[in-house]
């Protein structure tokens, strides 16, 4: 019963999704990640376009995601999703991701929302989420803690919400969110160091026409820990929190060209 709750999907590092390294992007790492969870919610029946025929549709809330390694170009990795939980209003969703070997690269948990499309409100998530779909193991044990606020900015970065960052609920879409925190870190660490460790805590929608502020605050000046803030630009909103921790870039050897 465990390996018919775990779906696995396959892929293959393409040019298109690797950085000035030569490994996947963190973008295109969690677009794997959404798209074996849409592959799993289709096969169980809940997928967004099922939702949407009741006028309710999947939000993401929280994400935590730890990587062991990033994948390089032509690499083959293995990504294995299950619902993982669920509270009245909150459905559980962890990942791993392996590599050709065997070998863990990837671990993430994530806390989705339905919503329902003109409140805007929650709903009860037991009634597609059944106990009988639900394998209670954590990839990564986390009760998602509210993450901290900022208490200033040390850098902070203006985005327009553009057309291409939309998603089939016509706002941004949650993997923007990751980019725009990312766009706004130094140069100087984002050519030297990675990003291993990454905590989202998603609070409003932005949308086409908006404007975002994408701020960074380095709590410790010792430690690679970076805490972040997603405001509209126009009105202050928050729109999302993170926190990201980042270690030095090793070169890998790539025998996969």
Known sequence: MTEELIYK????????????????RLSSLLN?????????ALQFGFSVEALFRLGLTWV??????KIERYPLLGEKIEIHTWPSGRSEFYALRDYEAYDESGEKILAATSSWMIIDLKSKQPVPVDFIYKEKIILSRRALEDNFEPLPLLPSAERQVEF????????LNRHVN????????????????LWKEQPVEIEVSYKAEAIYGHTVLSRVFRPRPEEMEFWHQIVHG????????????WRVWEIQKNNNK
């Open 32 to 40: 794997y990640l959404q798209d074996v969870a849409g592959a799993q």
């Open 9 to 24: 999907g396959r892929y293959r590092i393409h040019t298109y999704e690797i950085d000035f390294r030569g490994q996947a």
């Open 160 to 167: 327009p919400v553009e057309m291409n960052h939309l998603d």
């Open 174 to 189: 949650n993997v923007v969110y990751v980019q725009w925190a990312l766009e706004a870190m130094p140069p100087e660490i």
């Open 234 to 245: 126009q009105n202050g909103r928050e729109l999302a929190r993170l926190r990201s921790r």
């Open 60 to 65: 993401l809330s929280r994400y935590h995601l």
